[in-house]
Structure formats: C-alpha cells, structure tokens
C-alpha cells in the first residue's frame, strides 16, 4: 500500500472549501482525508479508522474474485401497490433513488468466485432508501436463493438496511415471510447460507433472513438489532449502554458468530467456505 | 371516540328509561322505541363511515375483547403451557391447548392486560423473545401430535426494550417465522385487534390470514410513520390512510384471506356475537385445510408466501 504523508494532506486549513473530487470530511474523527487514499484503505479512515459506507458496487469489488462478477438482478423495478404519498409520492422517491444509486433497488444481486469457490452473492445498498426490503428487495433475495439451490452454490447476503420498505406497507412486512419460505427451501436443499451483517442490518430485515444464516458474520463498526435506539429510549425511557446494538454487543450476547474486520472479509469467507466445499 | 360516548349516553338513558318503565308502570314504550331506533341510526352512521385512524383506535379500544376473551367463549377447556424452556415466562404472549369442536388445538395469542397493574406482567400484549421462544416450542408440540395451530393476534409490536435486544428480538421473530414455515399442520391467524409489524407477523406465517372487521394490520404504527415519513407527529390520520391497514382493504388487495365480521360499533359490542363468529370460521378454515397432507400444507404454505409482493418489469428501463 502506498505511503501519503498524511500529516501534510490532513492538517490543510479546515475553513477552506475542500475540493469535492480529491477530498472528504471523515464524519467521525472530522479530519478531511484523500479520497484515493479513503478508497484503497476499503473505505476505512485512514486517520481514525472509522469505516465509512460501501456502496453496493464497492462491497462487491470487496469481496469477489476480480473479474467473476456476473449480475443476475432481476430486471424488475417497484410497482407502488398503495399508490403512497407522504411528503413525495413514493415513485419519486425511488426515482431519486436509482438515479441517486445507479441501481433498480436497494440490492444487487449476482454469480461470482470467492477464492475460486462459486457463490450466489446479494449485497444491499443503504443509499436506496434506507436499504429498505419492500416486493423488489424480497424478491430479489428470494431469485438469489432459489439460483443458489438450482446451482448448488453457497449464498452470502451482506445486509446493509434499516428494515422493511414503509411505502409498500403489509406487501413488505410480508417480505420477510416470503423470504423466510425461500431460506427454508435452502435448508432442505443443504445449500449454506452465510449471513453478513453491516452498518446498519435491524427492523424486519434483522428480524428475518439476515438472522438465518448458518453461519452470521458482522463486519466490524455493524450496528445489529431490532427497535432502533431511539424508538426504545422513546416507549421505555430506558438507560442504553453506549455499546448497544453494536457488533460486539451482539457477539457478547450470542446473536452473531463472528465480527470481521472489513480488509479481513474475504478471506474470512473464503475459509469459511472452505468447510462446505466437496470432499478432495 | 367523542361521537361513541354520544351513543353511550343515549344508551344509559335509555337503560333508565326502561327501569323507570317497569317501576312506576308508567308507560314509556314508546318513547323507548323511538330512542332506540335514533340510537341505532346514530350508530350506523358513525360506523359506516369511520375514517381508518378511528378503525385504529377502535382495535385499540379499551373494552376490546382480548386473547384469552376469546380463548374462554371459543374454545373449550383451555389449557395454558407456560415457559420458554430457556429463561422465562412470557406473559404477553400465551399458549395452550383447547378444544375446538370436538378436536384438540394449539392456541397462541398476544395477550393485553386490561388494567395497569395487569400491564405491568403483560406489557401492553408487547411479547418478547422469552414469548416468541415459547410459541415455537408449543408450535413444534402442536406438530408432533398432529394438533393444527390458531394464532390470535393482538399486539401493538414486540417488546421494544434493552433486555429484549440483549435476547435477540429480531433473531427470536425470525426463528419464530422459519419455525411456523415448516410446520406440518394446518395453522390459521386471526387479527382480533392490531397487529403491529414483525412482532404480530411472527405468529402470522399460517397457513389461512384472517381478520377481525375493526383489527388493523400494517407494517409500522400510523403515529411512528407520521414521525419517520411526514417528520409530523400530528399526521397519524393520514399515515393511517397511507398504510392500508384495514381488513376490507387488505383483503381487498389479496393480503389476507377473510374478514370476520364485527357488530356495530365494534366487537366489545356484541362479544358473544364475535366469539361465535370466529369459531365458525376456524372450524371451517381448519375443516378446508383437514383435507391436506402435511407435505401439501407445507407446499402450499411456501406458494402462498413466495408470491408475495408487487413489482413491474423494468427491462425496458435500461435502455
């Protein structure tokens, strides 16, 4: 990896406008970093080691044997089945949202090698709204896992969402049905299902397929649960431990097996892997 | 409800009225009568055109029948199992057996108390983890023997709490979904008042979905979507509107199977009327799904699921 000087780019004038294409302001430690440098360090400040967000396209160069991707999202796209309108309509919303993301729907889905060992990956991307699971996402996961069975390979989902779809109403809590239907499916099938939980994996996704894995990973700096902090604070007025909902508050109490750190992942899924595979 | 409290004036008086009636001799029949008939033609007015927040509020309503209401007049001799076998006794979520027309069944309910003191064991029908643990393993007994499964749900939401996240909530709902996927007995859900979210789904997963006339179904409470979507708290009424979170309307979208019908003015209103209703049909939804082997309910419970949700092709988006 190569060496910046570091000090020299990250003590510039903090009044001065930052040039948006080279640099960025790390959210937690409030250092402005290199870009590039942001990016080859997998998104991770290079001054505080905070983990910044990874695009779903990010995730997947992350994570993948380069040059094995092959998408195989479905070319569908959400239908609006409530006609819902809140502040915007929410067609709009999710307009602003592929445009915003490049992508159909809060996932991508697609076939690729890890350490040569063939996989049915999904990804979930943050950015298109919320990483939400509304018809398309648990639609999306439930072709994943169906691909998997008929081809015999592991699935891995890398969570990245605050829950189900709230503009598609009951069509999305029943998301987490429908994919729970497909996830037992695959048990049957005994094709291995490892669940990778990130910043941020809660409401009905947490509560469904993301917590079926048979084996679940959480990236490091992952927030896991189900009622979000505030919700909680709010109906029980109730004293949180500043760890709460953290990775390691959810490995202390049993809920994940493993927390990865991010430059570590792919190799802690090829291992993993490993033990599933054929005999020699 | 204001308007409700309206009706239940005119109701005491008339109760009085006819108290009088008897005592005096007096004869106040037809005074009696005609208030009545207004009092019924109030009624039918108010009920017939209740907005969707006010459904909500009367699936909330405080004289609502609860689970074990309708335990005691549905059912015959229930019989409550206690414990998730692990660390705890989850009072907002009960289990038993019960005899249903003559054949044994597992009955779970989310189940609210009726006074604070009683909320302080129920927590408002809010179950957690320790709950959620024990309907699976009541739902994996009601498998080995052969007994068909009826969920009652009534929940605002689960526990939304510390020691219910430090127990894994989202990962006991989970289990609690995988493990009614793959029962291999018919199992029937009835809404009986709200269901809220992931918490009321988790019991959800049958086979046939009914609901109560006045229950609500919907994915996130109206008050927190006014909050998360209009950044408003005092726009539950359209949130409320937004989620199509009425039986007539979920069933009229094809996401629920049948709605029970209710008296005016609510189940509370006419209980055994309710209750009756409601064993009716169980009987006859678990008579329809009787016919089926365990592999076929098991089949046709993954269908009904997969297919699940509304979308559109976008094929012709990329270009």
Not at chain 2, 15 to 31: F, H, P, V, W
Not at chain 2, 91 to 104: I, S, Y
Not at chain 2, 114 to 127: D, I, Q, V, Y
Not at chain 2, 259 to 275: N, Y
Request: charged share 30%; net charge negative.
């Amino acid at each position: 990896m190569p060496i910046f000087k570091e000090k020299d780019y990250l003590r510039v004038d903090l009044d001065r406008e930052p040039d948006e294409s080279l640099w960025m302001k790390c959210k937690s430690c409030g250092e402005l970093v290199f870009k590039r440098r942001v990016r080859e360090n997998n998104n991770i400040c290079p001054s505080c080691g905070e983990y910044f967000f990874l695009t779903a396209v990010e995730r997947v160069d992350l994570l993948v044997d380069e040059g094995s991707y092959e998408d195989i999202t479905a070319p569908i796209s959400s239908d609006d089945p409530l006609q819902f309108v809140d502040r915007k309509p929410y067609p709009e919303r999710v307009t602003e949202a592929q445009a915003k993301t490049g992508l159909r729907d809060a996932i991508l889905v697609g076939r690729s090698t890890i350490a040569d060992v063939p996989v049915v990956l999904g990804v979930m991307d943050f950015r298109f709204i919320g990483g939400s699971m509304g018809s398309v996402v648990g639609e999306q996961i439930c072709r994943a896992m169906e691909t998997a069975i008929e081809e015999r390979r592991p699935f891995i989902l890398v969570s990245s969402s605050g829950g189900a779809r709230l503009q598609e109403g009951l069509f999305s809590l029943l998301q987490m049905a429908k994919t729970v239907a497909v996830r037992a499916e695959m048990a049957k099938a005994g094709v291995p299902f490892v669940s990778v939980m990130t910043y941020p994996t809660s409401g009905g996704v947490q509560a469904s397929i993301a917590s079926l894995g048979d084996v679940i990973l959480a990236e490091r700096g992952a927030m896991i649960g189900f009622a979000g902090r505030r919700v909680i604070q709010n109906a029980m007025s109730e004293e949180l431990p500043s760890h709460f909902q953290s990775d390691a508050f959810a490995f202390e109490h049993g809920a994940i097996d493993r927390v990865v750190g991010r430059e570590a992942l792919r190799n802690e899924l090829a291992t993993l892997l490993g033990f599933f595979g054929e005999a020699e | 409800m204001s308007d409700e409290r309206t009706l239940d004036l005119l109701e005491a008086k008339i109760d009085e009225l006819r108290t009088l009636n008897e005592a005096d001799g007096i004869d106040l029949s037809k005074e009696i009568e005609r208030l009545e008939r207004k009092l019924e033609a109030l009624r039918e007015e108010l009920y017939a055109n209740l907005s969707d927040w006010e459904r909500v509020k009367l699936a909330r309503h405080p004289k609502r029948p609860y689970a074990l209401d309708y335990v005691a007049a549905a059912f015959d001799g229930f019989y409550e199992l206690h414990g998730d076998r692990i660390d705890g006794d989850d009072r907002a979520l009960v289990a038993g057996l019960a005899r249903l027309d003559g054949r044994t069944v597992v009955v779970l309910g989310q189940q609210k108390g009726r006074s604070t003191e009683e909320n302080k064991e129920r927590f408002f029908g809010m179950a957690r983890p320790q709950g959620y643990r024990k309907a699976q393993r009541v739902m994996r007994l009601a498998e080995r023997f052969g007994f068909p499964v009826v969920a009652l749900i009534d929940t605002p939401g689960a526990f939304p709490g510390l020691e219910a996240e430090e127990r894994n909530i989202g990962g006991a709902i989970a289990e609690s979904l995988l493990t009614m996927s793959g029962l291999r007995v018919p199992t029937v859900a009835v809404v009986i008042g709200e269901g809220g979210s992931g918490g009321a789904l988790a019991i959800g997963m049958a086979d046939r979905v009914l609901m109560l006339e006045n229950a609500v179904y919907t994915v996130i409470s109206p008050e927190s979507a006014a909050v998360i979507l209009w950044k408003d708290k005092e726009r539950m009424k359209e949130a409320a509107e937004a989620l199509n979170l009425t039986a007539d309307r979920l069933h009229d979208l094809g996401l629920i199977d049948g709605v029970i019908p209710e008296p005016l003015g609510g189940a509370h209103k006419g209980f055994e009327r309710t209750a009756t209703a409601l064993r009716e049909e169980l009987v006859r939804q678990l008579e329809e799904l009787g016919n089926r082997t365990p592999g076929e309910l098991v089949e046709g419970r993954h269908r009904r699921y997969r297919e699940v949700g509304q979308y559109r092709d976008a094929s012709a988006d990329d270009g």
